[in-house]
């Protein structure tokens, strides 16, 4: 149970691993995902307008969870390329996407037996220049993406363009499925059938280059699959040779409507009062830090990083209701060349729901001289109502208020007034007694 904001709520996780089968830990990988949609949590983050969209650039097979059978397209020479209509994809890609697909691809070379880049896709100059804005592509052993950032000032500054994976799956000619999860400019996560492709020296390189350059008459672009279209030569080069199924861009939509259900909630995991990121501790979040990937090289620093989640319910008094927080973790040890995904741990946090406290602060002594009580005196004149709850303004229904008088009213001396014409417009009943005044209705 959750009683008070900023609560640390992974501190007794501890993971073990058996000595005989992983002597040392050479990557340790979790993803926590911290569960803001449904009726209990709270955030109804499922009424918020949907945060992505997916454009299908080649149709998925049946059953996309596994290799291709029924469709598939293969490319072999440059005409079998595919130029993509702005109103299906524009080539216009935000900061945060997604690339998805199931790729066949064999060992390829040019008659002089060099490599030549082939173009899974590509979004380049549509006159003028041959320059690519960006681009999946493989040569030799690699798979490359590039993205080039567009100056408006032609400026000079180096920027990450081009990152490049070695992969011994990327020409052994047998169906993969690949997804790349892109934050640019900050990280690029590339999965290989669901495995997270672990990174070194040897295996991945990062190229900064310049943006590229404002030039009038190269505004317009075209965004072609299985090879790139080059103007200067008035056709398309650097084809694609393999098959392709299920070619999938997914990104963010309507960012401002979405980020606003986001702040909203006010409902967030944080990785608080923590050492700052090195080369063996690495964390990182989402937009709304609803997810987390965390990355070490031991178990006892893995630990120390959980020891400082905390869960953070803003709101005042906290919103209740049950919340689900999942982390998955996954291990490579030292000498494999796999990882290993360990069973998730699923935690529960429970936010219970205080009473809401309503009070009444007014005048609560008279002292009156006769001639005055007697012509009769307004008793809640200043009456103010207060109430703690988190919902501003209050819509709720007052079914029944007592005003009730110690001792008992004097009839032939004492009485309480009421505006009866105001209170039957409103629709509300009432009760005169000896001991006081019972208003019933809604619409006090």
Not at 403 to 415: A, M, R, W
Request: net charge negative; glycine share 4%.
């Amino acid at each position: 149970t959750v009683t008070f904001d900023h609560d640390h709520i992974l501190e007794t996780v501890h993971i073990d691993v058996c000595p005989d089968t992983c002597l040392a830990i050479e990557d340790l990988i979790g993803r926590l995902e911290f569960d803001l949609n449904g009726s209990e949590s709270g955030c109804k983050m499922d009424q918020c307008v949907p945060l992505t969209k997916e454009i299908e650039l080649i149709k998925k097979d049946v059953d996309y969870s596994n290799a291709p059978i029924d469709y598939f397209i293969t490319f072999d020479n440059p005409s079998q390329a595919i130029s993509i209509d702005k109103s299906k994809f524009n080539g216009e890609f935000n900061q945060d996407f997604t690339i998805r697909m199931w790729m066949k691809h064999g060992q390829s070379q040019l008659l002089d037996g060099s490599r030549d880049k082939e173009h899974i896709f590509c979004k380049s100059d549509n006159k003028k220049k041959n320059r690519h804005h960006v681009a999946l592509l493989i040569q030799s052993n690699s798979l490359k993406l590039l993205i080039r950032k567009v100056s408006s000032t032609n400026e000079t500054n180096y920027y990450p363009s081009e990152w490049i994976w070695t992969l011994s799956q990327i020409n052994d000619d047998q169906w993969h499925f690949y997804e790349l999860y892109v934050h640019y400019p900050t990280s690029i996560d590339l999965y290989i059938d669901k495995q997270l492709f672990i990174v070194n020296e040897e295996n991945f390189q990062i190229i900064n280059d310049h943006p590229l350059e404002n030039i009038n008459g190269t505004d317009q672009t075209a965004f072609t699959l299985g090879a790139c279209w080059h103007p200067r030569a008035s056709h398309m080069l650097q084809n694609f040779n393999g098959k392709l199924s299920g070619l999938i861009i997914e990104q963010k939509e309507q960012e401002e409507r979405a980020n606003g259900c986001i702040r909203e909630c006010e409902q967030f995991i944080e990785i608080a009062d923590i050492i700052p990121k090195t080369e063996t501790v690495e964390f990182i979040s989402n937009e709304n830090q609803s997810v987390w990937i965390l990355r070490t090289d031991s178990t006892e620093s893995f630990e120390n990083l959980l020891k400082h989640v905390v869960y953070r319910n803003r709101p005042i008094p906290m919103i209740p209701g049950e919340r689900k927080l999942t982390l998955k973790t996954s291990l490579k040890c030292l000498g494999d060349n796999h990882t290993t995904d360990l069973k998730p741990f699923v935690k529960r946090l429970i936010i219970e729901s205080k009473p809401v406290r309503i009070e009444l602060k007014g005048n609560t002594n008279y002292l009156i001289d006769e001639q005055t009580i007697n012509s009769g005196i307004y008793l809640f004149q200043n009456l103010s109502i207060f109430t703690d709850s988190i919902i501003t303004p209050i819509h709720a229904d007052i079914k029944e208020c007592s005003i009730s008088t110690q001792p008992n009213l004097l009839y032939d001396f004492e009485q309480l007034i009421i505006p009866t014409e105001y209170i039957q417009s409103q629709n509300v009943q009432h009760l005169l007694t000896q001991t006081g005044l019972i208003l019933t209705g809604k619409n006090f």
